[in-house]
């Protein structure tokens, strides 16, 4: 089992995917399976680690003479090696099970919190008396849960799959982490938890929608990506700016004036609108695509390495397999090539993640 795959490798994650999540994914099908080992290969291996792992037409052609072995054996070995490193189906399950129930916990405990405050209901609370404002036990622990759990996804990032948006999550963990610390130490955190709330309100939706996409219930996951999709727009690019931008950026300045940690707060609060954007269209491609191909397709986010081995056909070896057909070796029948690939391939696998901008991480497709 690659538990290092898994973007939150805790405790907790250990210990649901022990004690509930395999009991549900053996119930609902997924199976508990080995992972296949390619042919140890010491050359092979070389190139695969150092240089690239999806060689080209010339490279194969090299290898292939100075191991002296088929070009198509030696694709097939890149292929298997590419899918030796994914995470099995078990694991995200896992994984998603374990945010599933964090974003879910944590929304139903910041809603109980803020239904009680005065500025959930009157955003000019916010400033009323700032900076001289207390900080309750229960929005203490509201901030550090959140914080917590930011930090874990900015170092396992660096571990994982890597992915196509590597660096827009890495920006979106930087302003996160920095929104949530730079608030709390400005003493922001009655506006601070009306941001998390506002991103915790979809994420528990995507992680539900991967669920039923890996358990293959293929209509649930179109039904839970539908929500989520709306969901998202509405609360990132109607009461995100409509909300929250408006209090921190004309309620404060009418209230308190602007300072210098304003100028910087408000900065990195227009960085995360423009994150929603990005990812707003992003979701929309999916929408769009799901709605011509009758399901959920992948998302353009996703793994350099997909998670299904259709997509580890690379465009460029597709001259190759049409030259070296005639070897007879049958290791890439029935993979999706040449433009169909290319589409799919452009896809990914991740669309979400929100606390002050989360990015969704739609695996929902893989």
Known sequence: MYLHHGSDFTLPFLCSLRFIAKPCALHVGIEDS????????????????SITKYPDEKRLEGL???????????????????????????TKFSESMWRLTFYLCVFCYGIRFLWLTPWF???????????????????????IMELAFYWSLMFSQFIDVKRKDFLIMFVHHLATIGLITFSYINNMVRVGTLVMCLHDSSDFLLEAAK???????????????????????????????LWILNTTLFESWE????????????????????????????????????????????????????????????????????????????CVNGHMTGSHWAEEHGTCKAVGNPLFGASPHLQSCD
């Open 34 to 49: 080995v992972l296949y080992r390619v042919e140890s290969n010491d050359t092979l291996e070389k190139v695969f680690i």
């Open 121 to 143: 209901w009157d955003t000019r609370q916010c400033w009323q008396n700032y900076p001289y404002q207390p900080l309750s036990r229960e929005l203490y622990y509201y901030y």
């Open 64 to 90: 292939s003479k100075q191991l002296d072995w088929d070009v198509r054996k030696i694709q097939c070995w890149f292929r298997h090696r590419r899918n030796q490193d994914k995470p099995p189906t078990l």
């Open 211 to 241: 669920l039923a996409n890996y358990a293959k219930y293929q209509r649930l996951c179109d039904t839970l990506f539908v929500i989520f999709s709306a969901v998202f727009m509405v609360t990132r690019l109607g009461i995100y700016p």
């Open 255 to 330: 209230m308190i004036g602007p300072y210098p940690s304003w100028w910087l707060f408000n900065g990195l609060l227009l960085v995360l609108q423009v994150l929603h954007v990005i990812w707003s269209y992003l979701i929309a491609r999916i929408a769009f695509k799901a709605l011509i191909r009758g399901k959920v397709s992948k998302d353009d986010r996703s793994d350099v390495e997909s998670s299904s081995e259709e997509e580890d056909e690379t465009t460029h070896t597709n001259n190759l397999s049409g030259r070296s057909s005639s070897n007879g070796a049958n």
